[in-house]
């Protein structure tokens, strides 16, 4: 399952990097052209703008699996660890059903613009908005692992808190770098 786990998230980065390239690429050769040839590229803005959705939904589902976003810990951190567990299996199905939701609004938005397309580039629109399907899916199968994990008892302490701290999360990052250097 880790292995899996990596090769998925290794595959999320590379798409994010991609999309952030090529954003960065649009953008910048339209101002070059604009400013310096009077011409530019009629589609790079709205391509830009839906690398730019992309982007942000396919970030949203790597920081979700790193529990690297916003949250308030300040009374979970104090609980004892059957608290904790009670509280996360509560934030869990929480979470469950308001992805619930969106995968439901992003399904139908997706079917109703499958023959929409966009204006310059004439992509369909049911790309864009599949992106939430992906989304809610994707993190509905973290959030699902992470209940197995909380009431089968394979967690441990410090994982039964709901966000990691800045700190926590550049030291994990320095280590798993370190680790794939030494392994690759």
């Given amino acids: 399952m880790n292995k899996i786990s990596r090769i998925l998230e290794n595959v999320l980065n590379i798409i994010m990097v991609s999309a952030l390239a090529l954003m960065v690429i649009l953008v910048f050769g339209n101002v070059i052209l604009r400013y310096f040839f009077n011409s530019g590229i009629t589609w790079s803005e709205e391509m830009s703008r839906y690398l730019f959705v ?3 939904f396919f ?11 916003l949250g308030v810990d300040l009374v979970v951190r104090r609980l004892p660890r059957g608290a904790k567990k009670f509280v996360n299996v509560i934030s869990d199905l929480i979470i469950l059903y308001i992805l619930y939701l969106i995968l439901d609004g992003s399904w139908k ?14 992509m369909s629109l049911s790309l864009v908005y599949g992106t ?5 899916v994707s993190m509905g199968v973290i959030t699902l692992h992470n209940l197995y994990r909380i009431l089968f008892n394979k967690v441990t302490d410090e994982e ?3 966000v990691s701290e800045s700190e926590e999360i550049l030291s994990m990052h320095a280590a798993s770098i ?3 250097e030494i392994q690759g």
């Avoid at 939430?132 to 809610?136: A, E, F």
Wanted: net charge negative.
């Fill in 59 to 69: 970030g949203a589902i790597g920081a979700y699996k790193n529990k690297e976003h």
């Fill in 109 to 122: 938005m997706t079917l109703m613009n499958m023959d929409s397309v966009t204006p310059a580039i004439g």
């Fill in 54 to 56: 992309w982007l942000t």
């Fill in 160 to 162: 039964l808190n709901p």
């Fill in 178 to 180: 370190e680790k794939e």
């Fill in 132 to 136: 939430g399907i992906l989304v809610g």
